[in-house]
């Protein structure tokens, strides 16, 4: 069963559009976090994804809330979402199944145990494959199955053909789009075959917001720290990433390290302390010096003075 719910009221999107959420609860539907913000482009993608049944990819540079904003999206259509990780532990028959030992009557008997991938087609689930841009080459294609138009998934060894449920749902992430680790930063992501990435209806992307909506999501994340500070940790990030950008820095400083820090500062009571445990001992030792200077001009004082007790 399903119900429409207005998109200006649950996601605070200017808009008239409405969208079917699910009525029955379920243990799957993720735990709404009522601190999300929720960005307009990709939200309208991800609600095409679920009203429309439209294959959406969200593509992005690391902790900018792609896989989060995926499950909270989810959270407020109640709609139970399943993440999986294609890293390169997940094996073929981690998706597709294998034969197991049970016991039935008092007796050992094998039986195929379904993995994740025809579970999660039988049933309202949206399944999404985070990293996506780091799966195996054999899980790829079996992910490609099921990316087709009827995304169907045949399970030969079964002789089983299994049609999605119609409100089974697909989704991804990914850093990159495809074209392997160009940037240095992702180890590990491939190059991606473009039968594959043909086969997404929608790709959104999800990158560095301006510094106000970020801001705006370290304070509503964690509303004990100042917003002035804030302002200035959302500064300090802009510089690691415009230094990453000319070649400065061979790392930058994500979202999700800026609420790390922010969290950090809460527990040390030192914005600086917190900052050198949160980012600076990532770097590498050569870049030190330019991180540190960043956090000179952003808080007009030295890493290593003492404390500015803040909170
Ligand atoms: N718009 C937002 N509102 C509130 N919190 C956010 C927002 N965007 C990101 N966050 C927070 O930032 C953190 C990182 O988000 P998430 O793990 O979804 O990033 P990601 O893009 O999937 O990263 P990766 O590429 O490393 O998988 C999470 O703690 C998330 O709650
Ligand atoms: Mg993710």
New binding site residues.
């Given amino acids: 069963m399903t119900h429409l719910v207005s998109v200006r009221d649950v996601f605070g999107i200017d808009t008239d559009l409405a969208v079917p959420a699910l009525t029955e609860p379920d243990e799957h539907v993720p735990e709404v ?1 009522p ?5 307009r482009a990709v939200t309208l993608a991800l609600l095409a994804g679920f009203a429309r049944n439209r294959r959406v990819l969200v593509q ?10 995926i499950e909270q999206v989810a959270a407020r259509l109640n709609w139970p979402c399943v993440r999986v990780n294609l890293d390169g532990q997940l094996s073929r028959m981690d998706l597709i199944g294998r034969d197991g030992v049970v016991v039935r009557d008092g007796q050992q008997v094998t039986e195929f145990q379904e993995g994740i991938l025809p579970w999660a087609l039988q049933r309202p689930v949206a399944l999404v494959l ?2 996506y841009d780091a799966g195996r080459p054999d899980v790829m294609f079996v992910i490609q199955r099921v990316l087709e138009q009827d995304g169907k998934l045949t399970l030969l060894d079964q002789n089983r053909v299994i049609a999605p449920h119609p409100q089974f749902r697909l989704f991804a ?1 990914a ?1 990159t789009v495809g074209l392997g680790n160009l940037n240095g930063l992702y180890h590990g992501a491939q190059k991606l075959n473009h039968a594959q990435i043909d086969r997404w209806n929608i790709v959104a992307s ?1 990158d560095h917001l301006p510094p106000q909506a970020e801001a705006g ?1 370290v304070a ?2 964690v509303p004990d720290v100042d917003a002035d500070l804030i302002e200035s940790m959302v500064a300090v990030a802009n510089l690691t990433r415009a230094g990453f950008r000319v070649g400065d820095l061979s790392t930058l400083m ?3 390290t800026v ?1 790390t820090w922010a969290e950090n500062v809460t527990i040390f009571g030192d914005v600086g302390l917190a900052f050198q445990l949160s980012f600076l001992n990532k770097c590498d030792d050569a870049e030190r010096p330019i991180v540190a200077e960043y956090f000179q001009r952003c808080f007009d004082r030295e890493l290593d003075e003492p404390p500015v007790r803040v909170a």
């Fill in positions: 976090d601190a999300y913000r929720f960005d992005g540079l690391h902790g900018t809330g792609k896989s989060t904003h985070d990293e992430t850093n999800l999501i509503a994340r994500s979202p999700r609420i």
